[in-house]
């Protein structure tokens, strides 16, 4: 293998993604610390910020249009529908989460008092697109260690809330 021939642009958003992705799971992992949560979750966003940053600016150029573009055909040759809508999904997701960890690192007691179906909106949106971006939206063999990953936070989630038989607080808080 030629390692010249290899797109380094590429594999840093691609990294960049599946890092993230590993970060939000293990920041749900960790919920019931919370220092530890708290960093992990903002490294996760960071590291999904730099993903974006990447791939918006190093595929698209900073343009809407040749993003719009480039998300229909992907979506298309997914759900042969040929849309931008996940576009601004993606747009509203970097939104969220940024003002979740803003939320966290500025306010942490109005954080942790939210009311619970604040947090399940919000970690429900974040880990949909996340799991769209990740499992859904490639072919990479990595694509089932997200699953996986999924499969056992919510597996370690159940189990505790049963052991507990109590309501467990919101993830990742």
Same mark, same amino acid.
């Given at each position: 293998?030629?390692?010249?021939?290899?797109?380094?642009?590429?594999?840093?958003?691609?990294?960049?993604?599946?890092?993230?992705?590993?970060?939000?799971?293990?920041?749900?992992?960790?919920?019931?610390?919370? %220092?530890?949560? !708290?960093?992990? &979750?903002? $490294?996760?966003?960071?590291?999904?910020? /730099?993903?974006?940053?990447?791939?918006? *600016?190093?595929?698209?150029?900073?343009?809407?249009?040749?993003?719009?573009?480039?998300?229909?055909?992907?979506?298309?040759?997914?759900?042969?529908?040929?849309?931008?809508?996940?576009?601004?999904?993606?747009?509203?997701?970097?939104?969220?989460?940024?003002?979740?960890?803003?939320?966290?690192?500025?306010?942490?007691?109005? %954080?942790?008092? !939210?009311?619970? &179906?604040? $947090?399940?909106?919000?970690?429900?949106? /974040?880990?949909?697109?996340?799991?769209? *971006?990740?499992?859904?939206?490639?072919?990479?063999?990595?694509?089932?260690?997200?699953?996986?990953?999924?499969?056992?936070?919510?597996?370690?989630?159940?189990?505790?809330?049963?052991?507990?038989?109590?309501?467990?607080?919101?993830?990742?808080?």
């Amino acid at each position: 293998m030629n390692l010249m021939s290899v797109n380094l642009g590429e594999y840093l958003v691609k990294g960049s993604a599946w890092c993230s992705a590993f970060l939000m799971l293990a920041a749900f992992l960790a919920a019931r610390r919370e %220092r530890p949560t !708290r960093n992990l &979750w903002t $490294a996760a966003c960071a590291v999904y910020l /730099l993903h974006f940053c990447l791939g918006f *600016g190093g595929y698209h150029n900073w343009s809407h249009a040749a993003a719009a573009s480039y998300t229909a055909m992907l979506t298309y040759d997914v759900i042969h529908v040929r849309t931008s809508a996940v576009l601004w999904g993606n747009y509203l997701f970097t939104l969220v989460w940024v003002a979740d960890v803003l939320w966290w690192w500025l306010w942490p007691m109005a %954080r942790q008092q !939210r009311p619970r &179906w604040v $947090a399940l909106i919000i970690y429900g949106f /974040l880990a949909t697109i996340m799991f769209c *971006g990740t499992f859904i939206f490639t072919s990479n063999p990595l694509r089932w260690v997200i699953l996986g990953g999924v499969i056992a936070v919510s597996s370690v989630r159940c189990r505790n809330r049963a052991m507990n038989n109590t309501p467990e607080p919101p993830l990742p808080a």
